[in-house]
Every structure is written in C-alpha cells, then in structure tokens.
C-alpha cells in the first residue's frame, strides 16, 4: 500500500515492489498490492474513503490478514485503520524492524534490533499492551493514580534504558577489539551499498570467505572482516555490514549508529551496486544520502557496478575477457569498476584500483592535480 509518488524521485510503482519483497522476506505472502495518489494523506486514516472502501471490498476475494503501508503511519492512523479493516495494519518500518529482529544473530545485534523496536513502540503504545505488564513482574509495577498507558511508557522507558546500558557493556569489547584492529595498523575497506546489491557475495569472490549471501533483503547485519592481499603485496582488511535502504527507519540507524560509526574508520568505502536492477539510479541516490548523513562522503571511494552477468544475452558462452570487451562501451569512470561477484569478473582490475586508491588517499600528494 503506497499512499503517492513520494519525494525522493522514486515511483510509487519501484517502492511498492521493493516493500512487496521486503513483505516476502519477513514471510508473508502478498496477494496484492494497492497504490493511492492524493498530495497529502488523510490524517485520521492515511487512505482517502474511497480507497479505503476498495480496500475492504477487496477483503472478500483477496483474503488478506494483514495490510503494509508503505510510510510511516501515525498511531492514530494505524489504530484507525485497524478498527476500519479488521486486520492487522504495519508500516515499512515495523516490517523492515522485524526483519531485522529475524536477521540479527549477534548479541550486539540483536540488543541494537530490541532498542529500535522499543524506540519505535513507546510513542505507539495506545494502551492495550497489557501484556507488558507482565515484564515488570505485574504486582507492584504501577504507581498510585498511574494510568495503565502511563504504567507501559515507564515500562519501556525502563527497558530502552537497560538496552542501552547493555549495549555500552558490549560496545567497550568492541572498542577493545577495535583498538587491537587498529594496532595492527592494517587500512580497512569497507563495502556498503544497497541491500542485496552483492557485499557479501563480493567479500566472499575478493577473500575466498564463507560469508552467509541470499537474494534476500537484509542477509547480513552483523559485521564480518575478512584479509585481503592486494597486487602490491599489502594487506588491508575488508569489512561487510548491514545493507541500505530507501527511508532506513531512523530507529535503526540510531541504533545501529555504532555499527555504521566503523565505516567511520575505514580508509576506503567500496560502493557496491546492482547494476541490473532497474532501480540502480535510485539505489544509489539512498546511498549516497545515507553516507551524507553518517558525514562519509568525503572518505575516498570506489564503485563497482555488480551483477553485469545478468546484462549479457544468452546467445552465447561469456568469458571474463568477452564480458568485460562486450561491455566496456559502458566505460565506468576512473573510480569504477565493472564486476560480477559471483561469477569472479573484473577482481583483478578492482584490487588494482582499491590498492592505487589507498596509496594516494595516504600520499595525497601523490595525486594528480587536476
Ligand atoms: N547474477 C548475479 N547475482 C549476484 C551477483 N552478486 C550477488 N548476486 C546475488 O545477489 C543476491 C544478494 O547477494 P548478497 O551478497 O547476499 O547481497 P548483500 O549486498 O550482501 O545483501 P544484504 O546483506 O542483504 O544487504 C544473492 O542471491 C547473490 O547470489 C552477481 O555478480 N551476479
Ligand atoms: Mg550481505
């Protein structure tokens, strides 16, 4: 459910797509998809009336149980359309959360994934999460005069605040290993990119590792640094993290913020795309304004346009050298490179250009002006 064309150049048409596959990878099973367009969605129910009622007419034949918006709906609206439609009703965030909380396998992970979900919830809470009660021990747990609403809030506020601490707990390990990390003086590469672009497929092509890939969205979340031995003999450590997304909910980024701060080290940020998505621009653009946002988008960079199999006609039998031939009227700038990770193309050229890239990132003087 898309509410209109939304403000970040994506049409509604990609984003439902993208929220219908984010929808399958949380193991739910779509059986349709609705678009609205109105310059502003309704306060009270997000739908206008005449699209909620095409909504609940179509509760007889489609059989759906659930609704996913595709913004961020207001407690009002979700409580609204809840009793409107009589099924559960989330958003993007509450779905990409859950597939976070499926996904994180860390103990840092999974404390990171439990605060966003309790920071999402407490502006939510509209009273009837009476089984919270029972996480505070029941007896005892409200105040005199305290409303069971207000008893909830101070509920979670408590447990946002427990996370927290557990997480300076595991974040001082961390910084431990870190330092370690850095006093073995080794730069680091760090691939980001859009979820599924192909960083886990990479890492694994580029340092022979077994990292877990999945044409899922949000497969990896927890960091994996693997070796890497670059053509000049040196070695650089090659980090892989949770993928990007369009609207990454700003719970998640939060509190993920840790995580993310280790691009903050790293020497070189490889951008890895999936150039055979039709929404390959757009990905990009979420990209670069994530790494806008973590302040990152003045550390030195290379792109590598994935997936470039999945160009090629299947009139014949392609090679690294006839792919890369056929396809260098594409020619990618200086700082990009053409691959396909899972068919191993183009891995000699792109550790060629992270090893140049570091040597003049650390010898800047070594660039040539311009
Ligand atoms: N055809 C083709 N498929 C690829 C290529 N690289 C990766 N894939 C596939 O794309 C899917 C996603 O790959 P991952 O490596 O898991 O992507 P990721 O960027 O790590 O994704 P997240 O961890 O979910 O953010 C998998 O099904 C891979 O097999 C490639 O060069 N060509
Ligand atoms: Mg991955």
Redesign the pocket.
């Known amino acids: 459910m898309e509410a209109k064309e939304s403000r970040d150049n994506w049409p509604a048409e990609a984003s439902i797509e993208e929220l219908a596959q984010l929808a399958g990878t949380a193991g739910a099973n779509v059986v349709g998809k609705l678009i609205q367009r109105l310059p502003m969605p309704s306060r009270t129910h997000y739908l206008g009336k005449g699209k909620l009622e095409e909504l609940i007419a179509l509760k007889s034949s489609l059989n759906y149980d659930v609704v996913i918006f595709d913004d961020e709906l207001t407690p009002l609206q979700q409580r609204n359309l809840e009793e409107a439609l009589k099924v559960k009703v989330i958003d993007r965030v509450a779905l990409i959360l859950d597939i976070f909380a499926r996904r994180a396998h860390t103990h840092e992970g999974q404390l990171q994934v439990e605060l966003a979900q309790h920071q999402y919830l407490l502006p939510r809470l509209a009273g009837q999460w009476s089984h919270l009660e029972r996480l505070g021990g029941g007896i005892g747990t409200r105040g005199p005069g305290e409303s069971q609403l207000e008893t909830d809030r101070r509920l979670i506020r408590r447990k946002i605040h427990r996370l927290k601490t557990q997480l300076e707990e595991v974040r001082k390990h961390r910084a431990l290993y870190r330092q370690k990390r850095s006093r073995s003086g080794l730069p680091v590469v760090a691939l980001v ?1 859009y ?7 990479l890492l694994n092509a580029l340092c022979q590792a077994d990292v877990f ?8 979340l927890d960091p994996t640094t693997r070796r890497l031995t670059l053509p000049d003999q040196r070695t650089v450590l090659v980090t ?1 993290t949770v ?1 990007f997304i369009r609207k990454l909910p700003p719970t998640i980024v939060s509190a993920f913020r840790a995580t993310l701060e280790e691009l903050d080290e790293a020497a070189l940020l490889l951008h ?1 795309v999936d150039l055979a998505s039709p929404d390959a621009a757009e990905q990009c653009r979420t990209v670069e304004a994530i790494l806008g946002d973590l302040h990152l988008l003045g550390k030195p960079r290379i792109t590598a346009l ?2 470039i ?2 160009l090629l006609g299947n009139d014949r039998d392609w090679d690294e050298t006839s792919a890369l031939n056929y396809l260098s009227d594409k020619s990618p700038g200086e700082d990009t490179v053409l691959i ?4 191993k193309w183009g891995l000699a050229r792109l550790r060629e250009l992270i090893s140049h890239t570091l040597t003049t990132a650390s010898h800047p003087s070594l660039t040539p002006s311009k």
């Open positions: 990119g979820t599924n672009s192909g960083k886990s497929t890939t999945e044409d899922k969205l949000f497969a990896t892989d993928g890895v994935n997936k199999d999945l396909s990770a899972i068919r």
